[in-house]
């Protein structure tokens, strides 16, 4: 059983910077072996990717927030970050860990993360 727990979240004034930290409770083996990814849910809209990191630490992020957030991973403590920063209103979401480890695809709770202008 996979648990991730995402923290982190809360409310900042537009131009201020949040970092999100999930932690994975799962066997550094799937930890370190699956693709992590930081999704995000706006009232309304659909879910989508925001960044991804794969074992080797290859990086790929939405265009929307490229040269503004940062992923990363630390496998010896089972935690993927998000750093975001000059946030805008329109960065105002649920924002959901994920990890895939074929063929399971695991989800946080998420953790709401709302900018205010």
């Known amino acids: 059983q996979v648990q991730l727990v995402e923290s982190g979240g809360g409310l900042v004034q537009a131009g201020g910077s949040l970092r999100l930290s999930c932690a994975a409770s799962?066997?550094?083996?799937?930890?370190?072996?699956?693709?992590m990814g930081w999704y995000r849910q706006a009232p309304g809209k659909v879910r989508e990717l925001v960044a991804s990191?794969?074992?080797?630490?290859?990086?790929n992020y939405a265009d929307s927030v490229k040269d503004r957030v940062t992923i990363s991973r630390d496998n010896a403590k089972n935690t993927v970050y998000l750093q975001m920063n000059f946030l805008k209103p329109e960065d105002t979401a649920v924002y959901y860990c994920?990890?895939?480890?074929?063929?399971?695809?695991?989800w946080g709770q998420g953790t709401q993360v709302t900018v205010s202008s």
């Open positions: 994920n990890l895939k480890f074929t063929p399971n695809d695991y």
């Open positions: 799962a066997s550094k083996s799937i930890f370190r072996l699956g693709l």
């Open positions: 990191i794969t074992r080797s630490g290859s990086t």
